[in-house]
């Protein structure tokens, strides 16, 4: 049977530590002229859109269309500064996983509060985003779950529905809560914001340290 699967991007795919938003909050503090200007925000699991509403609150600015065009600008000149760099690294064994799926009838799909442009440079700096013809990004919605539903249409345009199963991988608490809003199976990872212990509380139908324990799934 083929499935749908969606992969998360910062500490699904690729690793999540110091270096991974690099790019962006350089791109903040190029923009608010600050250093350390996204200090104290959580960015897990949130949309690039919705950090920086409330970096631009935590400095008593308004958020316009205009400032967010101006920001990616900036952010768009941070990611070719940084491409040839190591900030962007794969996570687990993330890249052997996708390349195996690549050649199955299985559909690959993205759900990150990403932007596409961000998602694209990440992913290409690894060698894999050739391999996701579609996706729910940052722009796509400020909260997940939107994020999500559109990513699903999305798929189901492109694939025709051409799956029997859906499928989230993802490393954070809220991934299987997106799961169970689209009415897919989840998969946990423990390589990313949220600890093992604290995924197993939410029950997710899988949880891993690697990808290689869920080869016999989809292989």
């Known amino acids: 049977m083929a499935a749908l699967i969606f992969f998360d991007i910062n500490g699904t795919i690729i690793k999540r530590d110091s270096r991974t938003d690099i790019p962006y909050q ?49 952010y768009r000149q941070q990611l070719e500064d940084f491409k040839s760099t190591d900030v962007w690294r794969e996570n687990a064994d993330a890249v052997e996983f996708i390349q195996k799926l690549s050649k199955t009838d299985h559909k690959l799909s993205l759900i990150s509060g990403e932007l596409s442009i961000g998602a694209e440079y990440k992913l290409e700096k690894i060698g894999v985003w050739k391999h996701f013809p579609v996706g729910g ?69 899988y949880i891993i340290d690697c990808f290689k324990e869920i080869e016999g799934v989809f292989l």
């Open 137 to 205: 990004f940052g722009e796509d919605g400020l909260r997940r779950f939107d994020i999500a539903e559109t990513a699903l249409k999305k798929a189901k345009a492109h694939f025709k529905d051409q799956y029997d199963e859906l499928y989230i991988i993802g490393d954070t608490l809220l991934d299987i809560r997106t799961a169970r809003h689209l009415g897919a199976k989840v998969i946990s990872i423990t390589t990313g914001s949220n600890t093992r212990k604290e995924l197993e509380e939410e029950n997710p139908d």
């Open 26 to 74: 350089r791109a903040v503090d190029l923009f608010l002229d600050k250093d350390n200007a996204m200090e104290g925000v959580d960015t897990s699991a949130r949309s690039d859109q919705d950090v920086f509403i409330e970096v631009l609150e935590k400095y008593n600015e308004e958020y316009t269309e205009e400032k967010w065009n101006e920001f990616l600008e900036l």
